[in-house]
T-cell receptor, first 115, second 114 residues
């Protein structure tokens, strides 16, 4: 079974600074990778996903992530954050078996953007 | 589309009472997931259905928990009897197709058991 480790539980950063949220995964098979965002008192919303092709994936709100197979990582980045990016971010992995609908989430990283 | 709909949004109940959480997935989606989120354990997958059939319920914590999906547009998660440690936010999500490409989450039900 696959698993996900988010290396930072909290990341404080000042507005307009760059940010990287780290994610490593473990799986014995090929995977799909996702980043979700959860704003306070809301459900999760998909930011971006890696299915195949280019290892650099661009998502909504200016976020991007890079799939690194050799390092089994899928780190999320944004060159300049806004106050409105304050939220909880979850990395998730699912295997490519079409009969398997199981997705595993990391513990989450709380991003706090300060003015 | 209205998205995934969950009800109630908040539920406060006393220990020992039965609790039923409801979910309406996005029309046309054929996979449905129930998650529980707590500060201590994060986001946990409880059970998921495909074409109304439970596929994996290994995440259901105890026999006190049960889930049903009588048709493609409705699912319930029931806890009986409820305990204070069941207090959490419960999310329902749905997706299209057998392979998980994206899950659409509902707003969640915040359950408090006193």
């Amino acid at each position: 079974a696959q698993s996900v480790t988010q290396l930072d539980s909290q990341v404080p950063v000042f507005e307009e600074a760059p940010v990287e949220l780290r994610c490593n995964y473990s799986s014995s098979v090929s995977v799909y990778l996702f980043w979700y965002v959860q704003y306070p008192n809301q459900g999760l919303q998909l930011l971006l996903k890696y299915l195949s092709g280019s290892t650099l994936v661009k998502g909504i709100n200016g976020f991007e992530a890079e799939f690194n197979k050799s390092q089994t990582s899928f780190h999320l980045r944004k060159p300049s954050v806004h106050i409105s990016d304050t939220a909880e971010y979850f990395c998730a992995v699912s295997d490519r078996n079409p009969s398997n609908n199981d997705m595993r989430f990391g513990a989450g990283t709380r991003l706090t953007v300060k003015p | 589309d209205a998205g995934v709909i969950q009800s109630p949004r908040h539920e406060v109940t006393e220990m020992g009472q039965e609790v039923t959480l409801r979910c309406k997935p996005i029309s046309g989606h054929n996979s449905l997931f129930w998650y529980r989120q707590t500060m201590m354990r994060g986001l946990e997958l409880l059970i998921y259905f495909n074409n109304n059939v439970p596929i994996d319920d290994s995440g259901m914590p105890e026999d006190r928990f049960s889930a049903k999906m009588p048709n493609a547009s409705f699912s319930t998660l029931k806890i009986q009897p409820s305990e204070p440690r069941d207090s959490a936010v419960y999310f329902c999500a749905s997706s299209l197709g057998l392979a998980v490409l994206e899950q659409y989450f509902g707003p969640g039900t915040r359950l408090t058991v006193t």
